[in-house]
């Protein structure tokens, strides 16, 4: 413990409380432990001063330089660094200023489906990426060969490594069609409409999940 900066318990804490918060008034369930391993992450702050963040590389409290994969410009007040398939992200909030552009369409409905991602009212249609179905095969035979290996083993842990990277590539599929749809609707149109659907309820159903 003595090696990790006292930022990192103090967040811990924070969001242990939070999370307390959140259960006695009603909007969440009641907290469970986090196990090591699972959805790892930490926050940091620079003692209330400012933590700039210019191009590739940057200077972070109590952690030194570290270079992330896409130049950031800018400045925050604490920063969240999670690992996700082997993979460490940094993630922070900070204010932009956006600019109002030109729109081609005043208003446009959008009909979210199953078999297409999502057809406009002006006909124009989004395919569905069936993310899912692409590597539903190799999922399924990397799970195979990982099932009479020792748990904890060595090989145990590169097979699982193995198996969260497919499934994050299938999210992250998923998430480029996403903001690819949520880009273009932003940029051509001034007012969007949509159906309310119980997206968490539809996605419960493995078939359709599979189909996204």
Known sequence: MKNLSSKVYQYAFINLGEAFKRFFQGLGKYPRFKKKGRSDSFTIDNCGKPIELNGWSHKLPFIGIV???????????????????????????????????????????????????????????????????????????????????????????????????????????????????????AKNHGSIVIEDLNVRGMLANHKLAKIS
């Open 67 to 185: 270079k992330t994969y896409e130049p950031i410009e800018a400045t925050t007040q604490k920063i969240t660094i999670s690992r996700q398939a082997g993979d460490w992200y940094l993630s922070c909030s900070y204010e932009f200023h956006s600019h109002t552009t030109p729109k081609k369409t005043d208003v446009v409905g959008v009909d979210l489906g199953v078999k297409t991602l999502a057809t406009l009212s002006d006909g124009k249609v989004f395919e569905s990426v069936r993310a899912y179905q692409k590597f539903e095969a190799k999922l399924s035979r990397e799970q195979y060969l990982n099932r009479h290996k020792q748990v904890g083993s060595t090989n145990w842990r590169k097979a699982q490594l193995k198996i969260a990277r497919l499934h994050r590539k299938v999210a992250n599929i998923r998430q480029d069609a996403l903001h690819k749809l949520t880009t273009y609707l």
